[in-house]
T-cell receptor, first 117, second 113 residues
Framework: GAVVSQHPSRVICKSGTSVKIECRSLDFQATTMFWYRQFPKQSLMLMATSNEGSKATYEQGVEKDKFLINHASLTLSTLTVTSAHPEDSSFYIC?????????????FGPGTRLTVL | GENVEQHPSTLSVQEGDSAVIKCTYSDSASNYFPWYKQELGKRPQLIIDIRSNVGEKKDQRIAVTLNKTAKHFSLHITETQPEDSAVYFCAAKLQGGSEKLVFGKGTKLTVNP
């Protein structure tokens, strides 16, 4: 089945630093990937839709200059949290769907737990 | 835009009993409705999905029903087992346009042995 990986799984950083999270589709191509944020005991909040070769589409209220998204290939999207602050601490999850199959199904990565000190 | 309501927020059942989780959506143009199971600290896993041209779908102990007229869909788990304990999320996707899913707030299911 379709597998999505994320790296790193956990990251702890100091306030003011930037953190990059990678999302890869391992055995399929994904023209579209999605980035979510999840707070404890809450639902998945879509941050942005990442489109290969074009600019990401951000949801209302998400700062595009703070959460930089790059989708340079059909198997890799990156999320960079710039100048991270403690309030950016969260569980970040990506998802992707199989471009070749025109599939509605989204497969999720294992998530990245970010802690900003 | 689309809005998905999910009920109940918590559900506790005895092992062997059935569990039902209900979701309603607001946009009649939605045509794809997946259900995800998420264990603590893990990724959401797709357990079943249904498209708007189908009224019911079953996979072993799990079934999903869709009522397009009423704009609601439900997840049914029969013969529940302790390993079914998790948070379940429903979602809806609009036909055409963006590929994004709109999620419900989740239901924490506890199956007591």
């Amino acid at each position: 089945g379709a597998v999505v990986s994320q790296h790193p799984s956990r990251v702890i950083c100091k306030s003011g630093t930037s953190v990059k999270i990678e999302c890869r589709s391992l055995d399929f191509q994904a023209t579209t990937m999605f980035w979510y944020r999840q707070f404890p005991k809450q639902s998945l909040m879509l941050m942005a839709t990442s489109n290969e070769g074009s600019k990401a589409t951000y949801e209302q209220g998400v700062e595009k200059d703070k959460f930089l998204i790059n989708h340079a290939s059909l198997t890799l999207s990156t999320l960079t949290v710039t100048s991270a602050h403690p309030e950016d601490s969260s569980f970040y999850i990506c998802s992707a769907s199989e471009a070749e199959k025109f599939s509605d199904t989204q497969y999720f990565g294992p998530g990245t737990r970010l802690t900003v000190l | 835009g689309e809005n998905v309501e999910q009920h109940p927020s918590t559900l506790s059942v005895q092992e062997g009993d059935s569990a039902v989780i209900k979701c309603t959506y607001s946009d009649s143009a939605s045509n794809y409705f997946p259900w995800y199971k998420q264990e603590l600290g893990k990724r959401p896993q797709l357990i079943i999905d249904i498209r708007s041209n189908v009224g019911e779908k079953k996979d072993q102990r799990i079934a999903v029903t869709l009522n397009k007229t009423a704009k609601h869909f439900s997840l049914h788990i029969t013969e529940t087992q302790p390993e079914d304990s998790a948070v379940y999320f429903c979602a809806a996707k609009l036909q055409g346009g963006s590929e994004k899913l709109v999620f419900g707030k989740g239901t924490k299911l506890t199956v007591n042995p």
